[in-house]
């Protein structure tokens, strides 16, 4: 599943603090991912296909790990446990993670 509008406009004003620079200028080497904070497994983003994602796309992601779908079984809401971030070089970070080390260099 893609963005609502409304969390697009609040990433947007994630990105208006970045000092004007979008994620994507930053990104080489990162993949959207989700993680369970509970048991630490981190899934990569994939489409419903099994197919790696460029964006966080909510379908191939375990059962356990979706509070709702819809009529059609299409994933529409995450567990409160399951965060979205990206993946790294094996290790997870978040949005917020990235931009901080961006602003400390």
């Known amino acids: 599943m893609y963005m609502t509008h409304q969390q697009a406009?609040?990433?947007?004003?994630t990105y208006y603090r970045f000092n004007g620079a979008v994620f994507?200028?930053?990104?080489?080497?990162f993949m959207p991912a989700f993680k369970n904070i509970k048991d630490q497994q981190v899934h990569l983003s994939t489409d419903m296909?099994?197919?790696?994602?460029?964006m966080h796309i909510l379908d191939g992601l375990p059962d356990t790990w979706i509070?709702?779908?819809?009529?059609?079984?299409?994933?529409?809401?995450?567990?409160?446990?399951?965060?979205?971030?990206?993946?790294?070089?094996s290790e997870f970070y978040t949005l917020n993670e990235i931009?901080?080390?961006?602003r400390d260099s």
């Open 67 to 89: 509070e709702e779908k819809d009529e059609k079984g299409r994933a529409l809401t995450l567990k409160a446990d399951i965060i979205a971030g990206f993946m790294r070089n």
């Open 49 to 54: 296909d099994g197919q790696l994602s460029v």
């Open 9 to 13: 406009v609040q990433q947007q004003g």
């Open 24 to 29: 994507s200028d930053a990104s080489f080497g």
């Open 99 to 102: 931009i901080q080390s961006v």
